[in-house]
């Protein structure tokens, strides 16, 4: 049960939600006076958010109990469930290898980088390849892309349409009988349309909106893909207490599992890099700490090699960890060319 439904003003629901309480269990075992500190509220208004909470955990608790007992699924289902599990290509045959095919629906993908080594653009290819036919190897799909930083260029995202509709019809215009159809239907602008943009502002506005992609996902139907750039901004720069950025994280992590697994999509969250003191010197890791390192299925790490942009396999548990170059061209994300060399700004 989501916050958002409680019968609580307005006001109340905004500060639970600023503070990290996301659903009734984030609620489950906190005493009064420690939510009144969380939210600058009274004890005497504490005392009747938990109440209500507590009303509506015994409401829906007879309920929840027969859908956990008969939950229970078998080993042989969940693999057979893997084995059909679809895949977003990234345009790059390389870096499809490592990842088993693609970027895995059902699942929560962490990618992260150094600034400039193609996290945004990675992104959006995704945003357009989930969209390819399913005729055409695709999945057919719509996108969602949540923008914390500003960072999503519409003409960017328009070329890279472009070319993925070219590449798709010059590999499959020998194979199918409907090729004009699928060709007049194949237009940029219609790429365009199935990818929902959110311009994200502030950390409250990044949780809003997450809790609010249930109901939109649902809405809008065949949703495969989700992309965060980046979940890292806000919360980077908006938290002194680490304890409640780590709650907040924590509950915004769990629901976008939770969407993964409902609607058999693919969650993409790019991340930022930060330095670390290891081993008596400073290196670089990716951001929001080791904690936070557990909140997603896989993680993709970008890297400079010399003049050439690589990712590795970082964490999953289903890959080998590997690794595999690509390049970042005017058609987007493709494989590593000798074209495809980092350009030094003097």
Same mark, same amino acid.
């Given at each position: 049960?989501?916050?958002?439904? !409680?019968?609580?003003?307005?006001?109340?629901?905004?500060?639970?939600?600023?503070?990290?309480?996301?659903?009734?269990?984030?609620?489950?075992?906190?005493?009064?006076?420690?939510?009144?500190?969380?939210?600058?509220?009274?004890?005497?208004?504490?005392?009747?958010?938990?109440? @209500?909470? !507590?009303?509506?955990?015994?409401?829906?608790?007879?309920?929840?109990?027969?859908?956990?007992?008969?939950?229970?699924?078998?080993?042989?289902?969940? !693999?057979?469930?893997?084995?059909?599990?679809?895949?977003?290509?990234?345009?790059?045959?390389?870096?499809?290898?490592?990842?088993?095919?693609?970027?895995?629906? /059902?699942? &929560?993908?962490?990618?992260?980088? &150094?600034?400039?080594?193609?996290?945004?653009?990675?992104?959006?290819?995704?945003?357009?390849?989930?969209?390819?036919? @399913?005729?055409?190897?695709?999945?057919?799909?719509?996108?969602?892309?949540?923008? *914390?930083?500003?960072?999503?260029?519409?003409?960017?995202?328009?070329?890279?349409?472009?070319?993925?509709?070219?590449?798709?019809?010059?590999?499959?215009?020998?194979?199918?009988?409907?090729?004009?159809?699928?060709?007049? /239907?194949? $237009?940029?602008?219609?790429?365009?349309?199935?990818?929902?943009?959110?311009?994200?502002?502030?950390?409250?506005? $990044?949780?809003?909106?997450?809790?609010?992609?249930? /109901?939109?996902?649902?809405?809008?139907?065949?949703?495969?893909?989700?992309?965060?750039?980046?979940?890292?901004?806000?919360?980077?720069?908006?938290?002194?207490?680490?304890?409640?950025?780590?709650?907040?994280?924590?509950?915004?992590?769990?629901?976008?599992?939770?969407?993964?697994?409902?609607?058999?999509?693919?969650?993409?969250?790019?991340? $930022?890099?930060? *330095?670390?003191?290891?081993?008596?010197?400073? $290196?670089?890791?990716?951001? !929001?700490?080791?904690?936070?390192?557990?909140?997603? *299925?896989?993680?993709?790490?970008?890297?400079?090699?010399?003049?050439?942009?690589?990712?590795?396999?970082?964490?999953?548990?289903?890959?080998?960890?590997?690794?595999?170059?690509?390049?970042?061209?005017?058609?987007?994300?493709?494989?590593?060319?000798?074209?495809?060399?980092?350009?030094?700004?003097?």
């Amino acid at each position: 049960m989501e916050i958002s439904s !409680l019968p609580l003003s307005p006001s109340l629901r905004s500060k639970l939600l600023s503070a990290g309480y996301t659903n009734l269990c984030s609620l489950s075992s906190i005493s009064p006076p420690e939510l009144a500190r969380a939210l600058n509220i009274s004890n005497h208004e504490a005392a009747g958010v938990l109440k @209500v909470v !507590l009303q509506r955990s015994r409401v829906d608790g007879a309920g929840e109990s027969h859908a956990i007992i008969n939950g229970a699924r078998t080993a042989w289902d969940i !693999l057979r469930d893997e084995q059909t599990l679809t895949r977003i290509t990234t345009s790059c045959e390389e870096v499809d290898t490592i990842l088993g095919g693609g970027i895995n629906c /059902k699942e &929560v993908t962490e990618i992260g980088g &150094v600034p400039g080594i193609g996290k945004t653009q990675l992104g959006i290819q995704l945003a357009i390849n989930v969209q390819i036919p @399913v005729d055409y190897g695709g999945l057919g799909g719509k996108a969602i892309y949540i923008d *914390t930083e500003g960072s999503f260029m519409v003409e960017r995202v328009f070329q890279i349409a472009e070319a993925c509709i070219q590449d798709t019809l010059d590999n499959f215009s020998l194979k199918h009988k409907d090729f004009q159809v699928c060709e007049e /239907k194949m $237009q940029p602008k219609a790429f365009l349309a199935n990818i929902f943009y959110f311009r994200i502002c502030s950390y409250t506005e $990044q949780i809003a909106v997450i809790n609010y992609l249930d /109901k939109f996902i649902a809405e809008q139907q065949n949703v495969k893909l989700v992309v965060i750039d980046s979940v890292t901004f806000h919360f980077r720069q908006d938290f002194e207490d680490l304890a409640l950025r780590t709650r907040v994280l924590s509950g915004m992590a769990l629901k976008l599992m939770k969407l993964a697994k409902k609607f058999s999509l693919a969650v993409v969250l790019l991340n $930022q890099v930060t *330095t670390k003191f290891i081993d008596g010197s400073f $290196q670089l890791t990716l951001a !929001l700490g080791d904690s936070w390192s557990h909140a997603c *299925t896989n993680r993709v790490i970008l890297y400079w090699n010399g003049n050439e942009r690589y990712a590795y396999i970082d964490k999953s548990p289903s890959l080998q960890s590997a690794s595999a170059s690509f390049s970042v061209t005017s058609k987007g994300i493709r494989s590593a060319t000798s074209n495809s060399k980092r350009i030094k700004v003097m």
